[in-house]
């Protein structure tokens, strides 16, 4: 078996596989022979039947099984032990004169076109500019955080003197006819009601202005508006059990709570921050702030590595690229798509693909690599930013550490921070190689213009960004 690399130009090229006999007539006949011992054929005992029979029911189909396996590793072996750097993947010529016979042929030629990477220079110094932008929350954004935070932390407390709709209202619930207990009737210890929930307004209004000591006689059922749920909820039972429900109860208030927002003291800085990070007001809002504003850094990195790629795209501009075999290869592995649909396309998926190899460029030519350690590092980083959005910034230690394993035992997941943490170091070479100009911007402006970006770029969106494959590592 013989192989070869028959170059078109810088771009473009042919893989010939050249095959004789003997490279795969043994492993026909052992597959045969296999076939022979397991046919169960009428007239014939098992493992018996001629290997002429086998050959005729069997032969071409065998033949033609171990030469594709036989081509197609051969293939994949040549790429890898040629360190071609392709893009797309292999496209058998089926055209007429390149056809085979594969039962009279004694020498077989099999021709895959390919599609090689370009060779180019990128040149990214301090004479190419990038934005940088310090996002800082908004003064009024910032205190209704503040407010949050004090309002999330807070607690109930009892209170002396009349109810408000907001207030608990707890108490005894007993069941009463005409005004008297009901003999054998419910009673439910510590009942909790909100005025503000009940529905019937002359029920709620008999709630709020009620103290400590008072008793107030009401219907479940008319105070919800026979909502079985909300019933079943004040009652301590079940929906199924409230249905024939329909009396009197009388609440005796036993106490009455209210909610009152955290003060800012040590209590709430531990609560929000973990115990000890910071012990003075202007401490919290220091770090509270710093944390809220790094919440931004996904969407800075984004503005940044896309206006990166606009100026690399820019660069890449007259770098040859086997334009036809692309087209030919987007056309063919998809059944869906339509030439036409390739040819709108392709100007969106070139910029992708430059994009992609640059990047691939400046990994290997700067050794830039990814450790586990930077994937575990990511990994944390991003549950503590999910947890963050509800408001969760201060999670017990093994709370994170096992969400953060979770992830990291999802291969889809894995992979995507593999990714994340190249580009992370893609950033912070471009950071140290380029010249960065520094933006300081308010977050509702950086939004604007997030939104603006995203609108413009939505047409990069195309359906499918053919990439490179470098064999030699995969």
């Given at each position: 078996m013989k192989s070869t690399l028959n170059k078109t130009d810088d771009v473009n090229g042919t893989i010939v596989i050249e095959l004789e006999k003997a490279d795969y007539q043994e492993k026909v006949d052992k597959s045969l022979n296999q076939y022979r011992q397991k046919a169960n054929i009428p007239g014939f005992r098992q493992g018996k039947v001629p290997k002429s029979v086998i050959q005729k029911m069997y032969g071409k189909a065998v033949l033609v099984d171990e030469i594709n396996k036989l081509v197609t590793d051969e293939l994949g072996n040549y790429i890898r032990e040629n360190k071609l750097k392709i893009l797309g993947e292999p496209i058998s010529d089926d055209s007429e004169e390149k056809q085979v016979d594969l039962e009279n042929d004694e020498l077989m030629k099999f021709y895959f076109d390919i599609a090689l990477t370009p060779e180019f220079e990128l040149v990214l110094d301090k004479e190419t500019q990038l934005n940088w932008y310090h996002v800082k929350l908004e003064d009024e954004l910032f205190e209704k955080q503040?407010?949050?935070?004090?309002?999330?932390?807070?607690?109930?407390?009892?209170?002396?003197?009349?109810?408000?709709?907001?207030?608990?209202?707890?108490?005894?619930?007993?069941?009463?006819?005409?005004?008297?207990?009901?003999?054998?009737?419910?009673?439910?210890?510590?009942?909790?009601?909100?005025?503000?929930?009940?529905?019937?307004?002359?029920?709620?209004?008999?709630?709020?202005?009620?103290?400590?000591?008072?008793?107030?006689?009401?219907?479940?059922?008319t105070a919800y508006d026979n909502n079985e749920a909300e019933v079943a909820s004040l009652l301590q039972t079940t929906k199924d059990k409230v249905a024939d429900i329909n009396c009197d109860f009388r609440f005796d208030i036993k106490e009455v709570t209210r909610y009152q927002e955290a003060e800012m003291n040590q209590e709430l800085f531990n609560k929000v921050l973990g115990d000890g990070v910071v012990t003075t007001e202007e401490e919290f809002r220091n770090k509270v702030g710093a944390e809220l504003n790094n919440q931004f850094k996904p969407n800075v990195d984004h503005l940044f590595i896309h206006e990166a790629r606009d100026i690399i795209v820019e660069k890449m501009n007259d770098v040859q690229f086997p334009d036809a075999f692309l087209k030919r290869w987007l056309l063919e592995s998809s059944e869906e798509r339509t030439a036409e649909q390739v040819e709108e396309d392709y100007p969106k998926i070139m910029e992708d693909l430059k994009f992609h190899i640059a990047?691939?460029?400046?990994?290997?030519?700067?050794?830039?690599?990814?450790?586990?350690?930077?994937?575990?590092?990511?990994?944390?980083?991003?549950?503590?930013?999910?947890?963050?959005?509800?408001?969760?910034?201060?999670?017990?230690?093994?709370?994170?550490?096992?969400?953060?394993?979770?992830?990291?035992?999802?291969?889809?997941?894995?992979?995507?921070?593999?990714?994340?943490?190249?580009?992370?170091?893609?950033?912070?070479?471009?950071?140290?190689?380029?010249?960065?100009?520094e933006k300081d911007i308010f977050s509702n402006d950086f939004n604007k213009m997030m939104s603006e970006h995203a609108h413009l770029h939505e047409e990069h969106s195309a359906d499918e960004t053919v990439e490179e494959t470098d064999t030699a590592e995969d």
């Open positions: 503040m407010d949050a935070y004090k309002q999330n932390y807070g607690t109930y407390v009892s209170v002396e003197g009349e109810a408000k709709d907001t207030d608990l209202i707890k108490g005894t619930l007993t069941e009463v006819e005409a005004g008297v207990d009901t003999e054998n009737g419910q009673v439910i210890e510590n009942a909790v009601l909100m005025p503000s929930y009940v529905k019937d307004e002359t029920v709620k209004n008999s709630f709020i202005g009620a103290k400590v000591g008072d008793s107030v006689v009401f219907n479940p059922k990047k691939q460029k400046i990994v290997e030519e700067h050794e830039i690599k990814v450790e586990f350690s930077d994937i575990e590092a990511l990994a944390a980083e991003v549950a503590k930013a999910q947890f963050a959005q509800y408001g969760m910034t201060n999670l017990p230690a093994d709370v994170l550490q096992n969400y953060t394993k979770s992830l990291l035992e999802k291969e889809e997941t894995v992979q995507n921070l593999v990714e994340r943490a190249t580009e992370d170091k893609i950033i912070q070479w471009l950071k140290e190689n380029v010249t960065v100009v």
